[in-house]
């Protein structure tokens, strides 16, 4: 049965303020409930499973509630929840880093390993690789004699939130997490036609040693094309597997398909894209972290053992920093990016409960800030990952609008939580839609859509 878990706040004080005419493209508080009634007796939705609840932000009168406290599938707008969480407990100017550590080149040549370390960026993508690529080569160095090992202790426990094993599939959005992360964990698998009846030719983007390709894709004549694009784990790498047909006159066609070991994937990029501006890497790509520095202690006088201290921690070689969290919640809420709502509840976990962190950690200071700072009515939300996939998520529409009014009241909130939802005919998933009508560059909202939840 379809569910509909319908939201509806921050929109009627602006129409009134304005002075609109009642009209059922513009209701007013006096009109709302018959209209809404009406819409909700349609034929169309009258089997429905709905929950409403309307509220007036600025002095926080109901308007309209109907089954508002039942718990519903929130779908992708679980994502306002956990970007609320992160905003209100990081900040709108944290950012993300990712460093390199390694010894001082000598006329260019750095002897030994160079280790990378993340913290969960969730935007690096692949540009942004290029460019910390870039800061060794004009640092000066030449060649790195030993291995890159990939740091990725700031996460751990599974890659995956529950729901995600409902989806065996390599679809791009059912990426796992991962603290070192390139390119959203996917990768853009190109498929052009050549000659008929020859192989087409296939790009993987970005590319390296660690993702390799199997089957093959037939250019044909007159077949219209069907392509089957999948990647698979083998022996702890990832492979491409394709086959099926594309047809000569067609444009190239592109794939974005999720890998497997982040850390490495990431790594054997970065290995590529040194290698392709000239810096010579002697080693391999393996996993392991950063040495703690040793403790020290200090002899008495009497033969004693004083207190142990730990050595200050190394200086990275270079280091970079993701855009402001503002920026990156406008990525996760405007295109319901799940990847990134996922680096984000971790990264939140961590900085809240201490590192490694872990999506337990990042349900527990998610939950934390709706009871402790929202203070959302009983029944509790259920939040079982951070973008809403599948149906282990429940909220009411009650929860939704507690949260909306009070990300709206908080002046710290207000402006960059708004600014990272789609804007009606605008941007972000709503930009075909509402393109006519009131709501048309005024409405600012997040959208969400399952099988089951629209």
Same mark, same amino acid.
């Given at each position: ?151 990725e202790s700031y996460f751990d426990g ?120 000239g810096i010579e890497v002697q080693g ?9 520095? #040793?403790?020290?202690?200090? *002899?008495? /006088?009497? +033969? %004693?053992? !004083? ?37 984000? #509840?971790?990264?939140?976990? *961590?900085? /809240?409960? +201490? %590192?490694? !962190? ?86 600012r909202a997040k959208t969400g859509t ?5």
């Open positions: 049965m379809l569910q509909i878990l319908s939201m509806i706040a921050l929109i009627l004080t602006q129409a009134e303020a304005e002075g609109v005419s009642p009209t059922p493209a513009n209701p007013t508080v006096e009109n709302l409930p018959g209209l809404l009634d009406s819409l909700l007796n349609d034929p169309a939705v009258a089997d429905a499973q709905t929950s409403l609840h309307v509220v007036r932000v600025s002095d926080g009168k109901v308007l309209y509630a109907k089954n508002e406290n039942e718990l519903r599938v929130p779908a992708s707008t679980i994502k306002l929840f956990t970007t609320a969480a992160a905003l209100d407990e990081l900040g709108p100017d944290y950012r993300f880093k990712t460093e390199i550590y390694g010894a001082p080149p000598n006329a260019g040549i750095i002897s030994g390993d160079i280790h990378l370390k993340g913290y969960g960026d969730p935007w690096l993508v692949p540009e942004r690789f290029w460019y910390f690529a870039n800061r060794l080569k004009y640092s000066g160095v030449t060649q790195i004699d030993g291995d890159i090992i990939i740091d599974p890659a995956t939130a529950a729901g995600q094993e409902q989806d065996s599939s390599s679809s791009a959005y059912m990426a796992p997490a991962g603290a070192l992360s390139v390119g959203f964990n996917a990768v853009l698998v190109h498929i052009l036609p050549t000659t008929p009846g020859q192989p087409a030719r296939i790009a993987i983007e970005p590319s390296s040693d660690q993702i390799s390709v199997e089957g093959s894709v037939t250019t044909s004549e007159r077949t219209r094309t069907r392509v089957n694009v999948e990647v698979v784990e083998k022996d702890g790498r990832n492979v491409v597997v394709v086959e099926g047909y594309i047809l000569q006159s067609d444009k190239p066609r592109g794939y974005w398909r999720r890998i497997q070991h982040p850390g490495l994937h990431s790594g054997a990029v970065f290995k590529a894209m040194l290698q392709s501006i391999s790509v393996r996993l392991g972290t950063l040495p703690v520095p #040793a403790k020290t202690t200090t *002899a008495q /006088t009497d +033969g %004693a053992v !004083g207190e142990a201290t730990q050595a200050a921690a190394p200086e990275p070689m270079i280091s970079m920093t993701s855009p402001r969290l503002s920026d990156l919640m406008e990525k996760v809420n405007k295109y319901s990016n799940n990847f990134m709502s996922g680096q984000l #509840a971790r990264a939140l976990g *961590a900085e /809240t409960f +201490g %590192a490694p !962190g872990n999506w337990d950690k990042g349900e527990k200071a998610i939950q934390k800030f709706l009871q402790e700072r929202v203070q959302v009515s009983a029944p509790l939300p259920i939040i079982k990952n951070a973008s809403g996939l599948h149906d282990v998520n429940r909220v009411s529409s009650k929860h939704v609008t507690e949260l909306l009014c009070f990300m709206a009241r908080d002046p710290k909130h207000e402006i960059e939580f708004l600014n990272s939802m789609a804007v009606a005919g605008g941007v972000g998933t709503l930009q075909s839609r509402m393109e006519e009508g009131s709501a048309h560059q005024v409405l399952l099988s089951i939840a629209s």
